[in-house]
C-alpha cells in the first residue's frame, strides 16, 4: 500500500508496508502513483507526454525513472507486501501475560476543578481517596512479579493530583528503589501533575528520581484559565506557570513535557503552542479535548479544517526554528523513519489491559486510566491479580488488524488501531473506530514524517 501526498514544498511517497518514506520530484510521483495498473511502456509515454516540455525529462530519464522504481519495488521499498497480518496474534501471544507498566492513581481527588476534566474533577465519579502506602507497594510487587524478563519497568504517578500524596509517592520510590536490584528490574517513574504543588522539594524529588514529568499547561492565559480553575474559579495559571519554569529550569535536560488540551474554544491552538515556547518551554503537547459529543467545548466538524491547517503550520514553525537553531519537539510529531518503534508495538498499540494497566487508590486493576471507574472494566486487583481474564482478552485482541476500518488505512502501522478508550466511548466497543480522531491522526503523522523527511534532507547536503 502506498501513501502519497504533498506537503512543506515535498512530494511524499509512504510504503505503508515497508515504512519507507521517499521524497521524490513531480515525475517519479506521478508514476509511482500508475505503476501498478498501467503497463510500462504505456506509463512512460504517458508521464513523458506530461512532461516532455520540461528540459529535465528526455524519454531516457523517464524510462531510468521507471527502472528505480521497479527497483525499490524489487528491494521491498515500494509495493511491499503485508507480512505482518498473519503474525499480529502470534506476536501478542509471545507476551500474554506480562505486564511492563502501571499507572497509579495516587489521590482520586484534586485541587483543581477542570469543567472538561475526563476523571471529575479526579474523583472518577467515585469518592476522594488517597492511595495508602501499602496498596502501592502491592502494585509496585505486582508489577515486579508479572514482569516477566523485562528489565525496564514504568510507573506513572498519576491522579487526580498525584502531589497531594506526595509523602506516599516519596515511599513508594524508596520502596521500588530497595528492590529492583534483587530483582534485576529497573524503575522509570513518570510523575504527571497540574503543579499547584510543586515546591523546592518536588522539583528536587522529580529532578532525582522521574524519567519524565508531565506538566498541565493549556497555553495562553485566558484558555488555561477558562478550564483550569481552583474550586473558587480563580484560574492557576500565574501560580504554576513560574513553578513549572522552576522544575524545568532546574531538570538538567531530562524529558520534560509540556501537556496542553485544546477544545472548540482553542482550535487555533498553535497560538498556544507559541505562548508555551516563549515561556521557555520546548518539549510540547497538545491534545484534542476528549469529552462527550454535546458538550459545549466539544471539537466539532467545523473545527476540524482549523485544526488539521493548525498541525501543518505547527510543521513548519518546527522547521523553520531547527533552522534558526532554537528547536522543539512536539510529542506528536517524534517518530523515527528509520527504525520507527518496534514492529510488535506498530501492530499491538498502546498494551492497555494487558501490559499496562491503571491502579486505583483502592488497588482495582483497569486497563488505563481512561476507564477507571467504569465497573464494566475492572479487570481483578494488585492483591489477589486479574480475575476478569475475558475482559483482558478483549483488550488483548486489539490490535491493528481487529478493527475491519483499519485495513485500509495507510497509517494503521505508525497508529497501531488507535486508542482503546476513545473507540470504546465514540462507538461503544474497544475495537471501534474514532472517526474524528483517526482524521487528526492521519494529519499529524503527515506532518510529522514531511518534518523527519525534510530534516533527513537537509542533514545528508
Ligand atoms: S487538574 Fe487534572 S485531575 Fe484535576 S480537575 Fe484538572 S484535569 Fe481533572
Ligand atoms: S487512524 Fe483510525 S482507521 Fe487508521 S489505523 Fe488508526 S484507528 Fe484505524
Ligand atoms: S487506551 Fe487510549 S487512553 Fe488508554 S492507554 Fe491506550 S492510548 Fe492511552
Redesign the pocket.
Known sequence: MIHQYKMGGLNIVLDVNSGSVHTVDDAAYDMISLFETTEKSRLIETISAKYCHLPDYTPEEIAACWQEIDALKKSGQLFAPDTFRSAAGELKARTAGVVKALCLHMAHCCNLCCEYCFAGQGRFHGKSALMPFETGKAALDYLVAHSGSRHNLEVDFFGGEPLMNFEVIKQLVAYARSIEKDAGKNFRFTLTTNGVLIDDDVIEFANRECANVVLSLDGRKEIHDRFRVYPDGRGSFDDVVPKFQELVRRRGGKNYYMRGTFTHLNPDFLTDVKTMLDLGFTELSMEPVVCAPDDPYALTQEDLSVVKRQYEELAQLMIDRRREGRPFTFYHYMIDLKGGPCIYKRISGCGSGTEYMAVTPAGELFPCHQFVGDRDFLLGDVFTGVHNPEKQREFAACN?YA?P??AD?W??LY?S??CAANAYHATGSVRG?YAYG?EL??KRMECAIMVEALRQQEQQR
Do not use: I, S
Open positions: 491493528v478493527r476500518e483499519c488505512c497509517a494503521r497508529c488501531g488507535g473506530v483517526c491522526f492521519r
